[in-house]
C-alpha cells in the first residue's frame, strides 16, 4: 500500500489571523510541520495592510520569520473574491484592473517567499451580469497573471468555489473549462476535498478529469465546514490513499478555516498534527 | 402581536454583494421593504470601486426607489478594516474608510454610521488594542461632530473580535470616549453570543440604542435567517415593546451562502418575522 509523507503537509495559516505571524509560524513549526500555506490577508501580510514602499521590506521579513524556523512556503494563499475586492473578471474596469495588478504583485511576492504556488482565483461576476462575458474577462485576466507568472517563474494552482463565492468556477467542471482555456503549465488544479466531498465526487475524477493535480486542500466537514482532520465525518483516508497511489508528491494543505478555531488556532494544529501521525495513510517518519 | 411594523424593517445589501444594486433595490421593493441598512460592501459603496465614487449617484437611486436609510453599515468583518489594529498604517488607513461614509452619510438623509470595535491580538496585552480602540472611535466621532453623525458601536460576537462583545464593554467604550454623539446598534445574534438579551442593552443604554438589528442563531452560528436558529424573536419583539422603542429594525442574515440566491432567504426570513409582527 503505497503513502503519503507527512512532511507532505502544511498548515494554512488563517485560522491564526487573531494571533501574529511570529506565533502562527512558532506553532506550526512546533507542531513539526515544515510547510505554511501562506494566507495573505490583514493583518498578517495584504496589498491593505503594508504601503507599496514597505512592501519588500515585509517580504523578506517574511521570508527571514519563516527561515528561522526551517519553515516553507507550499503555497501563498492571498486572500481575494471571498473577503476582499480583488476580482480579476469585475466588470468594473477600475475594479479589475487593480485586481489585476495587486495579484501581479502578489506572484512577484511568492517569488521573493520561495513558495512553490501562487493561489489563483478566476474572479466572478454578479449573478444579474452577462455570464458569458465574466468568462471572457476571467479567461483574459488569468491569461495575463499566467504570462507574467511564466516570465518571472512561478507556478500557480487554482481550486474550484462555491457557487455564493464565484459563479464562474462552482464545480470541477467549470474549473477544467478556466484551465483549459489558459492552457499553461504554469496553471493547474487544486483539489479542495471539502468541495469534493459536498458534491459525492471521488478524488480519482479529479485524476481523470484533470490529469495534472499539483495541490490539495485536505479538510474535514460534515461534508462542509472547513473542519481540522477528525472534527468530521468526511472519509478523509480514501481521499489520502489516492492521491497515495497516483504517486502525488506535492504538497497537502491542511485547511481548517473555521472561526471556532479562531481563538486557539495552535490547538487545532496540534490535532490535526496528532491526526496526521496516526493516520494509516501517512508515513510518519520526518 | 407586536408593535413592529413593516415600514419599520431593513434588510441589508451585504447580503445580495453577488448581485448588483440595482438588483437589490428591486428584490427588496419585491419583499415589501421600504428601509435599507446601507452596507459599505463591496462591489456596491466602498472606496475601492473608484477614483471616486459617485455617492450622489447612489444616494438619487435609492431615494428615487424610495427607500429611507436608517444607518449606514461599513463593511468592517470581511474588509481588511480595522481599527484596533497594532500595525499603524492599517489602523489609519481603515480610519480613513469610515470616515469615506461619515462624510458622505447625509447624502442618503441618514445621520448613522455603525463602527466595529476592531480586532486585537489575542496573544498582544488586551490593553493595547483597547486603547487603539478607544482613540480612533474619539478621532470618528470628533469627524462625525463636524458631519452631525451619530456613531453607532456595534459589539461583535467573539469570533470577530474579542474586543466589544456584551452590553458593558459597549458602554465601558462610550464612556471612556465621552462624546454625546455615540450610540449604540444592538445585534441579536452577538447578544444571544454573549448570553444576554435586548434587554440588557435597553437597562444599560436604552436612551442610545440608535438601530436593533434581528437575526436567528444556534450556538456555533450566528446571523441566521429567522427559523433556522433557536432565538425567540416574540422575546426580542416583546422587549421593543417594553421599552417602546420606535427606531428601525434591520433584517440582518449574512451566512456566506446566503449570497446565491439572496432575496429566496430574504423572503424565508420576512415570512417568518411577518407572522410576529402587525
Not at chain 1, 512592501?55 to 523578506?60: A, I, N
Request: proline share 2%.
Amino acid at each position: 500500500m503505497k503513502k503519503l509523507k507527512f512532511s507532505q503537509f502544511g498548515i494554512m495559516s488563517v485560522n491564526y489571523q487573531q494571533y501574529d505571524l511570529e506565533y502562527c509560524m512558532d506553532s506550526i513549526a512546533s507542531n513539526d510541520f515544515q510547510y505554511i500555506d501562506f494566507w495573505g490577508g490583514a493583518t498578517h501580510y495584504c496589498a491593505y495592510d503594508t504601503p507599496i514602499g514597505k512592501r519588500q521590506k515585509r517580504v523578506s521579513d517574511i521570508r527571514r520569520m519563516m527561515d528561522d524556523r526551517g519553515l516553507k512556503m507550499s503555497v501563498f494563499t492571498a486572500e481575494q473574491v471571498c473577503l476582499y475586492p480583488i476580482n480579476v473578471a469585475s466588470s468594473n474596469s477600475y475594479v479589475r484592473r487593480n485586481a489585476i495588478d495587486i495579484v501581479k504583485r502578489y506572484i512577484e511576492d511568492t517569488k521573493e517567499f520561495g513558495a512553490d504556488y501562487y493561489f489563483a482565483q478566476m474572479g466572478y461576476g454578479m449573478f444579474d451580469e452577462d455570464y458569458d462575458e465574466t468568462c471572457k474577462r476571467s479567461v483574459e485576466a488569468l491569461q495575463e497573471m499566467t504570462e507574467y507568472a511564466e516570465k518571472i517563474g512561478v507556478k500557480m494552482v487554482m481550486e474550484q468555489l462555491q457557487m455564493y463565492e464565484s459563479n464562474i468556477c462552482h464545480n470541477r467542471e467549470t474549473l477544467k473549462k478556466l484551465i483549459d482555456a489558459v492552457d499553461s503549465p504554469y496553471l493547474t488544479a487544486c483539489v479542495d476535498c471539502v468541495a469534493a466531498a459536498a458534491a459525492g465526487e471521488k478524488i480519482e475524477e479529479y485524476y481523470e478529469l484533470f490529469g495534472t493535480i499539483n495541490h490539495a486542500h485536505l479538510a474535514d466537514g460534515f461534508p462542509t465546514g472547513h473542519l481540522i482532520p477528525g472534527d468530521g465525518e468526511n472519509p478523509l483516508n480514501d481521499y489520502l490513499q489516492t492521491f497515495a497511489d497516483h504517486d502525488f508528491s506535492g504538497s497537502v494543505t491542511i485547511e481548517g478555516n473555521n472561526q471556532m478555531y479562531f481563538d486557539n488556532p495552535d490547538a487545532a494544529t496540534m490535532k490535526a498534527s496528532k491526526w496526521l501521525k496516526e493516520c494509516p495513510v501517512v508515513e510518519n517518519h520526518m | 402581536m407586536s408593535n413592529l411594523t413593516m415600514d419599520r424593517l431593513a434588510i441589508n445589501n451585504f447580503t445580495y454583494r453577488r448581485y448588483s444594486f440595482n438588483y437589490f433595490m428591486e428584490s427588496a421593493k419585491r419583499l415589501g421593504v421600504s428601509q435599507i441598512e446601507l452596507s459599505g460592501c463591496h462591489p456596491h459603496f466602498t472606496i475601492y470601486e473608484a477614483e471616486n465614487f459617485d455617492v450622489k449617484g447612489l444616494a438619487k437611486s435609492i431615494k428615487d426607489a424610495g427607500f429611507t436609510v436608517p444607518a449606514i453599515e461599513p463593511e468592517q468583518n470581511f474588509l481588511p478594516v480595522n481599527i484596533a489594529a497594532s500595525n499603524e498604517y492599517l489602523r489609519n488607513q481603515s480610519i480613513e474608510q469610515l470616515k469615506f461614509y461619515i462624510q458622505n452619510a447625509h447624502e442618503f438623509d441618514c445621520d448613522k454610521v455603525i463602527v466595529y470595535p476592531g480586532k486585537a491580538f489575542m496573544n498582544y496585552p488586551h490593553s493595547e488594542a483597547w486603547k487603539h480602540s478607544r482613540e480612533s472611535v474619539f478621532k470618528l466621532s470628533e469627524y462625525a461632530k463636524e458631519h452631525d453623525v451619530t456613531i453607532l458601536l456595534e459589539g461583535v460576537s467573539k469570533f470577530i473580535s474579542d474586543l466589544m462583545m456584551d452590553a458593558a464593554t459597549v458602554k465601558r467604550m462610550m464612556d471612556e470616549v465621552g462624546n454625546d454623539n455615540i450610540g449604540c446598534c444592538v445585534n441579536s445574534s452577538a447578544a444571544t453570543l454573549a448570553g444576554e438579551t435586548l434587554e440588557d442593552y435597553f437597562v444599560l443604554m436604552g436612551d442610545r440604542i440608535g438601530i436593533i438589528q434581528l437575526s436567528d442563531s444556534v450556538e456555533d452560528n450566528d446571523q441566521l435567517v429567522w427559523g433556522e436558529g433557536d432565538q425567540d424573536l416574540k422575546k426580542h419583539l416583546d422587549t421593543l415593546d417594553k421599552y417602546d422603542y420606535q427606531g428601525a429594525v434591520a433584517l440582518e442574515v449574512i451566512m456566506e451562502e446566503y449570497a446565491y440566491e439572496a432575496e429566496k432567504h430574504y423572503r424565508n426570513c420576512i415570512s417568518y418575522v411577518k407572522k410576529y409582527i402587525g
